[in-house]
């Protein structure tokens, strides 16, 4: 069974138990040896191919010296026949069949070793492919329940330091109210920032004797003493607008 | 192979430039698979777990459980979440039991680099998600 498919099936069933074992313990040992065996064989087929492919390789160099050694005895036996020496022909003919046949058997010896490359080749294919497959299958139980066994400690540990998860939109709500204090602490910095920016700016004004406060005290002055000659009172809004 | 811990040296610091200075603080969880919290400031309801096993390095963040989701819009959120998966960059959602997850995997040989540039991700893309998926949830 693929361990995709063990997966979904144990995902149907309790939580618990896929922080336990998607793939048991012996199964995981199992798949472990056959990764060793694979690739022992591996090592094995790579090696063996390599002796195959060298003997392949040799007889056909072999069936290609015999091959050339045939068109120079034909030769040599169609010169026999022209210059009328018969059986000198004859014995060439009886070499050429004695090449054929070891031509025969080298050709045949060729195409066996070349069958058995492909074969190596496949055996090699297909170790390799289980392994792959095996470690990503360790790979995934392993994970699964990694993550599992991760999400149970966190789940404890929050338990076990008094604080609740709280609830998302809880959380959210929380964070949101952070980031609002926050926004509007620094709305408020900004314009006590202005604000003092102000007041002092309106002091410097009123150093330089410039502005509405500048000469208060001199126009109170003046208005003190008109009524102190007796003159019109005029009232405190009729002073001389600054 | 290096430890869990060993591979994570030093990431609390590139989490934090990454995120523009938020402080970044990092918590083994103790169990019998390696795990470390990592808690990053104003989302601190939002941590991001990483774990590992031989053959990944899983960064997870806690989206919501099963309970949470309103019934009547439950294989619509499924079915936003399947079609989600392949645009949210280097995060996917899953399930773990009856928790739903954010998640980006690694290669168990990854650098601190990436795998801080992955918590990074997960930590703005689970903000995302939940802000933008909220509607189905309790």
Known sequence: ??????????LRGSVREIGESVVDANATRIYEQEILDAKS??????????????????????????QAEILRYESLAVEALNKGQESLAEEVAGKVAELDREHT??????????????KLQA???????????????????RTTESVYRATSSISDNIA?????????????????????????????????????????????????GIGDNADRQRKIMARIRTRAEGGTTPRAGDEPAA | MKTLQQQLRGIDHVISSTLGGLAVQLQPIPGDVPVVQVSIAERDELPIFITCSDAQILCMCFLWTEAEIRPEGRT??????????????????G???DRFVLFGALSRDSRVEDI????????DNALDALDALSEFLN
């Not at chain 2, 801080?116 to 930590?123: E, G, I, M, Q, R």
């Open chain 2, 76 to 93: 619509r959120l499924l079915e936003t979440l399947l079609d989600l998966n392949p645009s949210v960059p280097l995060s996917s959602f």
């Open chain 1, 41 to 66: 064989s591996i090592d094995q087929a790579k090696h063996e191919l390599a002796g195959v492919m060298a003997k392949e390789i040799q007889t056909a160099r072999a069936m290609e010296r015999l």
């Open chain 2, 95 to 97: 399930r773990v039991g």
């Open chain 1, 105 to 118: 058997e080298q050709t045949n010896a060729h195409a066996a070793f070349a069958v058995q490359v492909g």
């Open chain 1, 123 to 141: 055996l090699i294919k297909n170790a390799e492919a289980k392994i792959r497959e095996h470690e990503r299958e360790i790979s995934v139980a």
């Open chain 1, 160 to 208: 076990s330091t008094g604080s609740r998860l709280s609830t998302a939109r809880e959380s959210l709500e929380r964070i949101k109210k952070r980031h609002e204090d926050l926004a509007d602490r620094m709305t408020a910095a900004d314009s006590l920032d202005k604000e003092f920016g102000h007041r002092a700016l309106e002091e410097k004004l009123n150093a330089a």
């Open chain 1, 1 to 10: 069974m693929s361990v995709i498919k063990k997966l979904v099936s144990l």
């Open chain 2, 116 to 123: 801080a540039a992955d918590v990074a991700a997960l930590s």
